[in-house]
């Protein structure tokens, strides 16, 4: 935008602001999932009163938010690093199979064993408590990547970038990974809500090993970007992931 100062009519143009690549977003892409993600957390909304297993609204409610705020913020607080797959729905195989499969348990156990799935006033604790986690670990997630702004990204970088930046404030002050501890808390939350026994382990165990894992690497290079800026907040914060420190 072209605008001109006072007096001295000198123009000056207000290029602070980073706009996304447009190549790396097709709008047509973008806006079919953003509806077809819209579309569905409504569906599952209407359908509350109809079905009988209300915490699988509640799931799929949470679910297509979860990925619309991962474009949302990226979108947001990063626009230069936005881009179609910036609502992580390609997580990878892995990340599809667990939850095809967590969806497969609650339908499978929802069939065979009715009662699995009878909200008994212990199921409505658990269900709460799942209902909780859900909630902290989207705001974690998407907190961090609010205060992470440019810093953050979606892969590892393995090359510092030059407005790449030691982000050590806000949430990260508390937590040393707070969005893949909020991803971790809202994964498993979603296995509690589903009441499946087998995917809550399954996400317990194997989320936890992936995210020590990238931690892992991830902290190699952030070491190599900030030395011992770096080594020096690792000692400080904490990632309050179990058994992660
Ligand atoms: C998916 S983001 C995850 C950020 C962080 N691990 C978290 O959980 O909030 C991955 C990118 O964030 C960068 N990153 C991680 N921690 C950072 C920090 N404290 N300051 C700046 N960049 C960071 C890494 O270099 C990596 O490229």
């Known amino acids: 935008m072209v605008e001109t100062e006072g007096e001295t009519d000198v123009p000056y143009v207000n290029d602070s602001k980073t706009y996304p690549e447009i190549t790396q977003n097709p709008l047509d892409e973008i806006s079919l999932t953003a509806y077809a993600l819209g579309g569905l957390g409504g569906l599952f909304l209407g359908l509350i009163p109809v079905l009988k297993?209300?915490?699988?609204?509640?799931?799929?409610?949470a679910f297509s938010l979860f990925h619309f705020l991962e474009f949302y913020t990226t979108?947001?607080?990063?626009?230069?690093?936005?881009?179609?797959?910036?609502?992580?729905?390609?997580?990878?195989i892995e990340y599809t199979a667990a939850h095809l499969l967590g969806v497969f348990e609650c339908f499978i156990e929802g069939y065979f064993f009715k009662s699995s799935k009878a909200l008994t006033p212990v199921k409505i604790v658990i269900s709460c408590i799942a209902i909780m986690l859900i909630i902290i670990g989207q705001l974690t997630r998407s907190i961090a990547m609010c205060t992470a702004g440019k810093s953050f990204s979606h892969f590892i970088k393995t090359e510092k970038e030059t407005d790449h930046v030691l982000v050590k404030d806000g949430i990260y002050a508390y937590l040393r990974h707070p969005s893949y501890f909020g991803f971790y808390w809202w994964a498993v939350g979603t296995q509690l809500l589903l009441l499946n026994p087998i995917s809550t382990v399954v996400f317990?165990?194997?989320?936890?090993a992936f995210f020590r894992k990238r931690i892992n690497i991830e902290e190699r290079y952030l070491i190599?970007?900030?030395g011992k800026d770096?080594?020096?907040?690792?000692?400080?914060?904490?990632?309050?992931?179990p058994f992660i420190e």
């Open 53 to 61: 297993f209300t915490n699988f609204n509640i799931y799929m409610i």
């Open 75 to 92: 979108a947001k607080y990063n626009p230069s690093k936005v881009s179609s797959d910036s609502f992580i729905l390609n997580n990878g």
């Open 204 to 208: 317990l165990y194997v989320l936890w």
């Open 224 to 226: 190599s970007f900030f």
């Open 230 to 241: 770096y080594v020096q907040y690792k000692k400080e914060v904490s990632t309050r992931i």
